[in-house]
């Protein structure tokens, strides 16, 4: 089973979870601040749970896409919506700061 690292802990899951909801259900710290109550819960279109992600996990969907090309996000930033991920493979994910994951420096 893969094991998904973020934020000092780890946690396994079986093969094509959803990133987002393994970190949920783990209670990890997904959300900065206020976006634990003000996301799209899942829906890809708030760009609230944006994160870096090193390992297997299936490619960018086309909602993601969509969302990351806009305010606040870059394109070239390299950050993916925990809601759009599967889990393919074992991870190391970390969240960037800022609301949505975009301000750049330490993660954690």
Do not use: W
């Not at 998904?4 to 209670?27: D, I, Q, T, W, Y």
């Not at 996301?39 to 960018?60: L, Q, Y």
């Amino acid at each position: 089973m893969p094991t998904v690292h973020f934020a000092g802990s780890k946690v396994e899951c079986l093969p094509g979870s959803n990133l987002r909801m393994v970190l949920l259900r783990a209670r990890l710290p997904l959300y900065a601040s206020v976006a634990a109550a003000l996301n799209c819960r899942g829906n890809g279109i708030c760009g609230t749970c944006a994160v870096r992600i090193e390992g297997e996990a299936s490619a960018p969907t086309p909602a993601e896409q969509r969302r990351l090309a806009h305010f606040p996000h870059r394109p070239e930033s390299g950050v993916r919506l925990a809601c759009q991920v599967s889990v393919l493979g074992d991870l190391v994910v970390t969240r960037p700061p800022g609301l949505f994951g975009q301000r750049s420096g330490d993660a954690h």
